[in-house]
């Protein structure tokens, strides 16, 4: 009896994989589909049932989350921007570590005051000075990573706070 429930669970957990997973750029979290691309990218690919793997399948929909995140994004989706400037900073899936793009939407995120974003941006500049040799650029990343620790400082994050006093 107990060899005969775990066949079925067995066979019940192999027919939840293999339908494909299902996501609404527009309305759907963007945490399941990170969860979804993280598992799929940590093992082989599996087939669906459409031959379709599920690298395959993170891909299609982080196409399209990309396109809806940069409309409201532009719309001044402070959240949305943060989540592409991430995905650029970190080199993630299908897209390439790309610093300017980073930058480009952390800043528009920062602009809503949206303090994570600021702090994200300070840390990377802070990052950027400790391995510059050049002392002018370093001087320049020094100046925007106090710029932006401020602002997330007075935007209430603490921990910026305690970093401005580096500078």
């Known amino acids: 009896m107990k060899k005969m429930a775990i066949v079925f669970l067995i066979f019940g957990l192999v027919g939840l994989m293999a339908g494909e997973f299902k996501f609404n750029p527009q309305k759907d979290n963007f945490n399941e589909l990170y969860k979804f691309c993280a598992n ?40 949305k921007c943060l989540t592409l400037a ?15 793009k980073y930058l480009l939407y952390a800043k528009k ?37 106090k710029y932006y620790y401020e602002k997330a400082c007075k935007l209430g994050h603490k921990l910026s706070c305690n970093s401005i006093k580096g500078f």
Do not use: M, P, W
Request: with cysteine.
């Open 40 to 79: 799929s990218y940590s093992q082989k690919g599996i087939n669906f049932e459409d031959k379709k793997t599920d690298r395959e399948v993170c891909t299609k929909y982080l196409n399209e989350i990309s396109e809806v995140y940069k409309k409201d994004c532009e719309l001044g989706n402070a959240s």
């Open 86 to 100: 991430l995905l650029y900073q970190n080199g993630e899936y299908n897209f390439s570590q790309n610093d300017k």
């Open 109 to 145: 995120s920062c602009d809503c005051n949206f303090v994570s974003a600021c702090s994200s941006i300070a840390v990377s500049y802070h990052i950027k000075s400790q391995n510059e040799n050049d002392k002018n650029i370093k001087k320049e990343y020094e100046k925007q990573a």
